[in-house]
């Protein structure tokens, strides 16, 4: 996502900061930003951008607690990763 005059950028960032404080040593790195920019990603045509960031943290969470409870289904370079 390009850095927009309304900050989208900096959100982001910040979004993806606050992910990594909560789950970057049980979640790869790379595993971590591709949810977080994936869902950031799907609520980028919002109207209602104040709500943008609680959606997407419920979102972003709730698959990366999924994929600590069920690794094979998501982690880059183990079996049944997705790829894309």
């Excluded at 927009?4 to 790379?30: A, H, M, W, Y």
């Excluded at 949810?35 to 950031?40: F, P, Y």
């Excluded at 409870?69 to 997705?82: D, L, R």
């Amino acid at each position: 996502m390009e850095p927009g005059p309304d900050g989208q950028q900096d959100e982001l960032d910040r979004f993806r900061q606050d992910l990594t404080r909560e789950f970057g040593d049980r979640v790869p790195e790379g595993t971590l930003t591709r949810i977080a920019s994936e869902t950031w990603e799907r609520f980028r045509g919002a109207r209602l951008r104040e709500f943008v960031p609680v959606f997407a943290w419920r979102e972003a969470r709730a698959r990366l607690k999924a994929l600590i409870i069920e690794p094979t289904q998501g982690f880059e370079g183990t079996p049944g990763a997705q790829q894309g």
